[in-house]
């Protein structure tokens, strides 16, 4: 089928738009990080005055930046494995097996994906205000506070799309383990999961980009000492300045490798989409 | 319900048939077997009750309680007051109910805007990658970046796009193009909505896109053909093939990017720094700000509770509608 003369014009204007629209805010977020103070505080440029690399290095100092740093990194990481973990386990027993409550538990699962964050913040802020004042157990302010309800939030797609990727797996090698004396665990592991790798690895960096990337848990539970990036990258505006150059200059850096990540599983995640959408 | 060997289910529950008798066939079997989905289950179900069904259920719970802050420290010693909290936020004749109904119309605008425009903007891009060409694949890497960015850090960087004296927006309108004689505010007042509509497009269309994406691979290239060969130009083709083949995935894309849209706190609270201006002021900030200023966490609850039975009311009645469209077509 050719492709009219027309069709190739309007592909042009649409691909030429959406790519201005989608590079120009980072275009500014990276040139914007190479420049002097003076040219993010008097108008703006288009190209750093004196490109310097001083706002990477001045970043950590203004803000407690390598703390906030550890604690996204221990809270994403540790939230991510615990809930592809039991993802898999939950994921393996919707996919192969037929039981009572198998439907509730999906669409249940599912649909707290849907429901307002609003919703479970103040419950569980008394929650894990009072669980700590009764019981001495230190959920609130603390980081392990977080990595349970961030972990959490990645579960029900974690599950969904790992079901997708089961499914896909034919029914055939697990009878041939059987046969072979595998148990199921053993059919799980030696079976199903190597042949799910690409799925479990995309599940893992979606699990680990929703932690990575959660405010309004971030902003009401936790303190200074276990401040995430989430809310510790809005401190540096200052009364007196903002200090816009390191402000992008942090932005970059915490971006970089979620958005490495994502992109080089991409074609994962439109599989595990599809894979999932199709049931 | 083991009891043909047949099934699917069956070969499962018999998986050590041909295996020489081991230490598992001795003890009784068929008790454990049942139980093994949902042992799988229990650590997905346990955090699920946890986070999710306990604090839904004892949100219910609070917003019939006079939780204000004299009973925040000790919620045990709150009153019960019933229906008290909803009469009193959503009483529509009192500043507090005024305020919420507003909210709610801002939020309402800015979810429907914000679907129509990522939607459009991700259909199209879907629609013209449909075809190979050179650079497809870093043009769509570009595209997905936005969605994959930390929320924070783009939202940040669209504020300083958006600053009055030094953001490029007013450079490029002001000082470039002059198109305008004084420098606008974008983050207060009411340019503050469209501010915060075009951030939350570019935050959310490559999910659109990436799902099209995702959809358009189902479509076989045949149809295409089929529908060229009867002379069929782009816009028929668009209106006959690629739509109708997209209707499912279209379906639940559209009602996960409202639920999202109309729940949106991130932007809102990145954009503005905690204290949206009233023209941009989304449900889920107004209830947050309205719980943590006056720590009355009752009404605040009250308020969520009534969110929630909105959204689901609004979500089962387009589950109903497109449904029953579809019955009629069949």
Not at chain 1, 25 to 31: A, E, G, H, S
Not at chain 1, 180 to 199: C, S
Not at chain 2, 54 to 61: E, F, L, R, S, Y
Not at chain 2, 218 to 247: K, Q
């Amino acid at each position: 089928m050719r492709e009219t003369a027309g069709e190739r014009w309007g592909r042009r204007i649409v691909l030429t738009l959406l790519a201005l629209f989608v590079v120009i805010p980072l275009y500014v977020m990276v040139t914007s990080a190479a420049k002097p103070l003076q040219d993010v505080q008097n108008g703006f440029t288009w190209w750093p005055s004196r490109p310097t690399l001083q706002p990477f290095i001045d970043m950590w100092s203004t803000v407690p930046l390598a703390r906030y740093l550890v604690n996204s990194l221990v809270v994403s990481s540790i939230a991510a494995i615990c809930s592809v973990a039991v993802a898999i386990f939950a994921a393996f027993a919707v996919s192969r097996y037929r039981f009572r409550g198998r439907g509730v538990f999906s669409v249940t699962v599912l649909s707290t994906q849907m429901f307002p964050g609003i919703l479970f913040l103040l419950p569980l802020f008394l929650i894990y205000v009072n669980l700590g004042n009764a019981t001495g157990i230190e959920l609130y302010a603390s980081r392990t506070g977080l990595i349970i309800t961030y972990l959490t939030f990645s579960l029900p797609f974690s599950i969904w799309m790992l079901v997708g990727y089961f499914d896909s797996i034919p029914r055939g090698l697990d009878e041939a383990a059987q046969v072979d004396g595998a148990g199921p665990l053993r059919t799980l592991f030696q079976v199903i999961l190597p042949a799910a790798v690409p799925g479990v690895v995309a599940v893992t960096v979606y699990a680990f980009m929703t932690a990575w990337g959660e405010v309004l848990f971030a902003s009401v539970m936790t303190d200074e000492g276990s401040r995430t990036l989430a809310v510790g990258l809005q401190g540096y505006s200052t009364q007196f300045n903002v200090y816009w150059n390191q402000i992008m200059a942090a932005s970059l850096v915490v971006s970089v490798p979620v958005v490495v990540g994502f992109l080089a599983l991409q074609r994962y995640f439109v599989a595990g989409l599809t894979a999932g959408a199709v049931k | 319900m083991a009891t043909s060997t047949t099934a699917p289910d069956a070969d499962q529950r018999e998986p050590r048939a041909g295996s020489p008798a081991r230490g598992p066939a001795r003890r009784p079997r068929g008790p454990r077997r049942s139980l093994l989905p949902y042992l799988l289950l229990a650590p997905a179900v346990v955090l699920e009750l946890a986070i999710h069904v306990i604090p839904m259920v004892v949100g219910v719970w609070m917003s019939l309680l006079e939780l204000t802050q004299f009973h925040i420290r000790n919620w045990s010693t709150a009153p019960f007051i019933g229906l008290e909290n909803y009469r009193a936020t959503l009483d529509l004749n009192s500043a507090a109910g005024k305020e919420l109904l507003h909210s709610f119309w801002v939020t309402l605008a800015y979810s429907l805007l914000s679907v129509g425009f990522a939607w459009l903007l991700g259909i199209s891009a879907a629609v013209v990658l449909q075809r190979p060409f050179r650079g497809r694949a870093i043009l769509r890497a570009l595209f997905l970046t936005p969605y994959a960015l930390p929320v924070y850090a783009a939202v940040i960087t669209w504020s300083f796009l958006l600053q009055r004296d030094t953001g490029l927006v007013n450079h490029v309108l002001v000082d470039q193009l002059g198109l305008m004689n004084d420098r606008p505010f974008w983050l207060i007042g009411d340019n503050s909505f469209w501010s915060l509509l075009v951030v939350s497009v570019w935050r959310n269309w490559p999910f659109a896109f990436l799902c099209l994406m995702a959809g358009l691979q189902n479509v076989p290239g045949e149809l295409y053909e089929a529908a060229a060969i009867d002379g069929a130009g782009f816009w028929r083709r668009l209106r006959s093939v690629t739509l109708p083949m997209l209707r499912p995935v279209n379906l639940v894309l559209l009602l996960v990017l409202f639920l999202w849209t109309f729940n949106d706190f991130n932007t809102p609270f990145v954009l503005f720094g905690g204290s949206a201006p009233e023209q941009a002021d989304l449900i889920s900030i107004h209830i947050y700000r309205s719980s943590f200023k006056t720590w009355d966490f009752g009404s605040g609850s009250a308020m969520s509770v009534a969110l929630l039975l909105f959204l689901l009311v609004v979500s089962a009645a387009y589950l109903l509608i497109t449904n029953r469209r579809r019955d009629d077509h069949a």
